[in-house]
C-alpha cells in the first residue's frame, strides 16, 4: 500500500493564551490565525479536522518531496509570523488577548504512514496506527514550543539527512516512546529571525496641522480599556449609533487600524476604515476615515479615552472634515457642522446608556 502524508500545524500557547486572556477575543486571534495557516496550503493538502489549536492535513497515497515538504513547512510558518506581526503592528485593544498575541508560537509535526478512512456524518476521515502516532508526537520532549518535527519514517522516505541543515533548518535526532514503542524524529528549532516575513500594510497614521472643527466630552463609570471595547468592538455599534439601516464588517476579525466597516444608510453606503493618531502614553485612541458623506471630501472622527481611575474614564470626541471647493466649505460652516454635533452627542448618550445597561449585566 502507498504510504500517505501526515501534517499537523499547533498553535503553541493555545490553553494558557485562552484562558488567562479575554475569550471573545482570543477566540478571533485564533481563527484569524487558523485560517492563514490554511491559506498558506501550497501543497493541495486535505484538511481533514480543525482541532482546536490545530489543523490536522493529510494527502492519500503521496508523500511530497524533500523539497517540498521543507518549503510547506517555512511557508506555514512564515505566514503565522506575518500575522502575528501584523496583529502587534496595527493593534489598538489594549486587552490581554491582543497584547499577548504575538507571545503565540508554531509547532508542525510531520509523519506518513498507511491510511484507514472512517465515514462520519457523511464525512470522510482517516483513522488508524498512524494518525495515532502523529497527534502523539505533539507531546514530545523537545524544550521548546517553536519547531518543525518530522518522524523518521517520513525523513527516510524523503531521503531527508538527518542533521540536514540550511538558512532556516539545523535538524536534530529525537525519540520519545508511546505505548511502550519508541517512535524516532528529527526535529528544528525555527528562528524567526531568519523568516522573510510577509509584506502588510500598516494602518494609516494621521497627522493634522490645525485643530479639530468639532470636539466633545464626556465622563464615564467605567474602565477606559471597557469603554473602547464598545467603540471598537462592530458589533456593538447599533446600540448606539442610531439610525444606521445596516453595518457590514468581517465578525471574525478583531478590529484594528486598517480594519473596514460599511454603514448603510437610507439606502446608501458608507465605508469607513480604521485610523489612528498620536495621543498621550496614557490615552487609548480608535480612529475611522470615510470619504463617503457629501459635502466632505475627506471625514475623521476620533475616540480619545482616558483613564482617570482603574473604574472611570473621560472620552473626547475629535471631528475633523476636509473640504477642497469654497461651495462645500460654506456648506459645512452654515449647516453640516450643527448636524454633526447633534448626531455626536446623541451617540454619546447612546453609548452612555449602553455602557451603563452592560455594566449592571
Given amino acids: 500500500m502507498t504510504k500517505s502524508f501526515l501534517f499537523i500545524p499547533d498553535i503553541s500557547g493555545f490553553t494558557k493564551f485562552i484562558q488567562t ?27 481533514a479536522e480543525i482541532e482546536g489549536d490545530a489543523l490536522f492535513f493529510y494527502k492519500e497515497g503521496e508523500i511530497p518531496s524533500q523539497e517540498k515538504l521543507l518549503a510547506q513547512i517555512e511557508t506555514m510558518f512564515t505566514a503565522f509570523y506575518s500575522h502575528l506581526k501584523l496583529l502587534e503592528s496595527n493593534r489598538i485593544c489594549p486587552c490581554n488577548a491582543c497584547a499577548t498575541a504575538p507571545n503565540l508560537q508554531l509547532k508542525i509535526v510531520a509523519h506518513c504512514g498507511d491510511l484507514q478512512f472512517i465515514a462520519v456524518q457523511g464525512n470522510r476521515k482517516p483513522f488508524g496506527q498512524h494518525v495515532i502516532e502523529a497527534h502523539r508526537l505533539l507531546k514530545n520532549s523537545i524544550a521548546s514550543e517553536n519547531y518543525a518535527l518530522i518522524s523518521k519514517e517520513l ?14 533548518y539545523r535538524f536534530k535526532e529525537g525519540k520519545d516512546t508511546y505505548d511502550d514503542k519508541e517512535v524516532p524524529y528529527i526535529f528544528s528549532l525555527i528562528d524567526q529571525s531568519k523568516l522573510t516575513l510577509n509584506n502588510f500594510s500598516l494602518g494609516k497614521k494621521i497627522h493634522f496641522d490645525k485643530p479639530p472643527q468639532l470636539v466633545l466630552e464626556k465622563g464615564f463609570s467605567i474602565a477606559a480599556g471597557t469603554l473602547i471595547e464598545y467603540i471598537t468592538n462592530y458589533s456593538y455599534r447599533h446600540h448606539w449609533a442610531k439610525g444606521v439601516d445596516k453595518f457590514e464588517y468581517n465578525e471574525n476579525e478583531v478590529t484594528r487600524v486598517g480594519s473596514e466597516h460599511l454603514c448603510v444608510i437610507n439606502g446608501k453606503h458608507l465605508n469607513f476604515v480604521a485610523v489612528t493618531k498620536d495621543v498621550a502614553a496614557e490615552q487609548l485612541v480608535y480612529g475611522e476615515m470615510t470619504s463617503s458623506p457629501p459635502p466632505v471630501d475627506t471625514l475623521y472622527q476620533f475616540y480619545i479615552v482616558t483613564p482617570t481611575s482603574k473604574a472611570s474614564c473621560n472620552l473626547r470626541v475629535e471631528t475633523y472634515w476636509e473640504a477642497k471647493s469654497p461651495i462645500k466649505k460654506l456648506v459645512l460652516a452654515l449647516l453640516v457642522k450643527r448636524i ?17 445597561l452592560k455594566s449592571a449585566t
Fill in 21 to 47: 486572556t479575554e475569550v471573545e477575543h482570543s477566540q478571533h486571534v485564533i481563527a484569524e490565525l487558523l485560517e492563514v495557516l490554511i491559506a498558506a496550503n501550497t501543497q493541495d493538502l486535505q484538511l
Fill in 155 to 168: 525523513a527516510s522516505a524523503i531521503e531527508l539527512p538527518i542533521y540536514y541543515w540550511s538558512k532556516l
Fill in 340 to 356: 454633526f454635533k447633534k448626531n455626536t452627542e446623541s451617540a454619546i448618550q447612546n453609548l452612555e446608556q449602553f455602557a451603563t
